[in-house]
C-alpha cells in the first residue's frame, strides 16, 4: 500500500509569493491533516480536513488555508508567504477519527 | 489545554546499553498517546501508540512504552540501541473525542545520539 504522498518535496519561493502544496493520502484515507514544522516551534497543528469539510483549524493567520477533494487528496495554500513561513510541512492521513495519523515525507519549503 | 513536555531535548548513549526517552502530558480528558521517530530529512514514522488496554505498548524497532495515568507520563524505552536508532523522538498526544479527532500536539522533540 503506497504510503501518505506530498508533492512538492522541495521549493523555494520569493516573499509576498503564494505556493501550494499537494498531498495524496493512503488509499481508503478520509481524513488528511496539515503540520507545520519549525526548529523554533517545533510541529504545530494547521488543520485537519474530512470528507471535503474542515474539521479542525490550528492557531495560524488566514494565509494559510486548505481543502480537500471528492478523492481525499488535499492542498494547502499560503498567500503572501513571510520569511518565517519556510519550514517543512507535513501531512498526515488516517483512516478514522481520533485514530493513528500517517505522515509523507514532506514539503520543504524556503522564502527568501 | 493539551500539553506534551520532552524534558530532554538530546540524549547520548552508546551503542548497546539502554535508553530512556521521557514524556509527560497534561489534559484534562483521557487521551491517546503516541511516540514518533524522524530520521534526518524525513517525515515522522510511527513507533507505537497506546489507545486503551494494557499500560505497556510494545512497537517497531525493539522500543516500548509504559503509560502511567498517575503519572501522566509516556516514557519510551529500548532495552539496547543501535546506532541506526540515532534520530529525533516525538511524544504525541490526542483527543480523540468531541471533535477534536485527529488534531495532535506534539512534544518539542528528543535527539537521540547513539554512539559507538
Known amino acids: 500500500k503506497a504510503g501518505v504522498t506530498q508533492t512538492p518535496r522541495y521549493l523555494i519561493k520569493t516573499r509576498g509569493q503564494q505556493v501550494t502544496l499537494s498531498c495524496s493520502p493512503i488509499s481508503g484515507h478520509r481524513s488528511v491533516s496539515w503540520y507545520q514544522q519549525t526548529p523554533g516551534q517545533g510541529l504545530q497543528f494547521l488543520f485537519e480536513y474530512f470528507s471535503e469539510t474542515q474539521r479542525n483549524k490550528g492557531n495560524f493567520p488566514g494565509r494559510f488555508s486548505g481543502r480537500q477533494f471528492s478523492n481525499s487528496r488535499s492542498e494547502m495554500n499560503v498567500s503572501t508567504l513571510e520569511l518565517g513561513d519556510s519550514a517543512l510541512y507535513l501531512c498526515?492521513?488516517?483512516?478514522?477519527?481520533?485514530?493513528?495519523?500517517?505522515f509523507g515525507e514532506g514539503s520543504w519549503l524556503t522564502v527568501v | 489545554a493539551q500539553s506534551v513536555t520532552q524534558l530532554d531535548s538530546q540524549v547520548p548513549v552508546f551503542e548497546e546499553a539502554p535508553v530512556e526517552l521521557r514524556c509527560n502530558y497534561s489534559s484534562s480528558v483521557s487521551v491517546y498517546l503516541f511516540w514518533y521517530v524522524q530520521y534526518p530529512n524525513q517525515g515522522l514514522q510511527l513507533l507505537l501508540k497506546y489507545l486503551s488496554g494494557s499500560t505497556l505498548v510494545k512497537g517497531i524497532n525493539g522500543f516500548e512504552a509504559e503509560f502511567n495515568k498517575s503519572q501522566t507520563s509516556f516514557h519510551l524505552r529500548k532495552p539496547s540501541v543501535h546506532i541506526s536508532d540515532t534520530a529525533e523522538y516525538f511524544c504525541a498526544v490526542s483527543l480523540g473525542t468531541g471533535g477534536n479527532f485527529n488534531k495532535f500536539y506534539f512534544g518539542s522533540g528528543t535527539k537521540l545520539n547513539v554512539k559507538p
Open positions: 498526515a492521513s488516517s483512516p478514522t477519527a481520533g485514530n493513528t495519523i500517517y
